[in-house]
């Protein structure tokens, strides 16, 4: 069995057609759980094309939002969509942002710290850029019990023998962990919550395009033209079309949220 590349986000335009929708959904549920009042200074962090730092603009009326990703793919994508004054986008990494120490009302990473390196060093940056008594809130897809949305094609190519990557600290998805880590950092007031959401292609061509096409370096890898044949027929037989065609897909995700220390 040959070992999978990494995850790698090299393309935002195929980012919106892969996980977009799937972040639009899942963050409205998040934006609303965090109850936010407006005019806070916000940094996104792992902001990938923008697609929630949008919806944060739309639901959260924030004063300023700081949004920062390593992938300049992701960034260039963010910056054609973002043309919002109080938007300042950036290219770093959450194990070391480049803002000052209690600037922020509210930290948030979006679908981003299963893929930090060390998930308590990008937390512990998001307490330190977050002023006495600032919210930090964070969720990911949960990834241990099934809840990614490309789930499907994970478990065909493992049955198939040609294993895709998974997010490198997955670990952090389970609510133990997340738990665990937020009452390490000292942070107070810490509530949890699951999100449940779906999704409807148009017919499998859409799924096809959207969740195998479109998924970033390292998901699918190098297929042979007959191997991905055979994922299209695993994956025809295992999603149930409705009568119109559509195919529904399920997702959810392990939220968590809290105060810095007054
Ligand atoms: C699934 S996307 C989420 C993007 C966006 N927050 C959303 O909800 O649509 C994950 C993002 O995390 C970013 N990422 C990966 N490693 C990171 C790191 N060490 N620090 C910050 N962001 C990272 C990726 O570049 C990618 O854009």
Redesign the pocket.
């Known amino acids: 069995m040959s070992s999978p590349e990494p995850i790698?986000?090299t393309d935002g335009a195929a980012?919106e057609r892969f996980?977009?929708p799937?972040?639009?959904s899942?963050?409205t549920l998040f934006l609303d759980w965090l109850a936010t009042g407006p005019g806070l200074a916000w940094v996104?962090?792992?902001?990938?094309?923008?697609?929630?730092?949008e919806l944060l603009l739309a639901k959260s009326a924030p004063s300023s939002v700081c949004a920062?990703?390593?992938?300049d793919a992701?960034i260039a994508t963010a910056r054609q969509k973002l043309s919002a004054k109080q938007v300042e986008l950036s290219i770093?990494?959450?194990?070391a942002l480049p803002y000052d120490a209690n600037r922020f009302d509210v930290a948030v990473?979006?679908?981003?710290l299963f893929?930090?390196?060390d998930p308590r060093k990008?937390v512990s940056e998001m307490i330190r850029v977050t002023k006495p008594g600032g919210m930090i809130a964070s969720y990911t897809w949960d990834v241990m019990r099934g809840g990614t949305p490309p789930q499907p094609v994970w478990e065909e190519l493992d049955a198939m023998g040609k294993p895709s990557a998974r997010p490198p600290s997955a670990d952090i998805s389970r609510f133990a962990a997340l738990k665990a880590l937020w009452a390490e950092l000292g942070i107070r007031d810490v509530e949890t919550r699951e999100l449940v959401v779906e999704r409807t292609f148009a017919d499998f061509d859409d799924y096809w395009l959207s969740m195998v096409v479109s998924s970033p370096s390292g998901v699918v890898g190098n297929l042979s033209d007959g191997e991905k044949a055979e994922l299209k027929r695993r994956l025809q037989d295992r999603l149930p079309a409705s009568a119109k065609g559509e195919i529904t897909v399920h997702a959810w995700a392990t939220a968590i949220k809290g105060r810095k220390v007054a």
Not at 68 to 71: A, F, L, M, Y
């Open positions: 790698k986000f980012y996980m977009a799937w972040s639009r899942a963050g996104d962090v792992g902001s990938g094309n923008g697609a929630f730092t920062i990703d390593p992938s992701q770093g990494d959450a194990m990473m979006a679908l981003v893929f930090v390196p990008g």
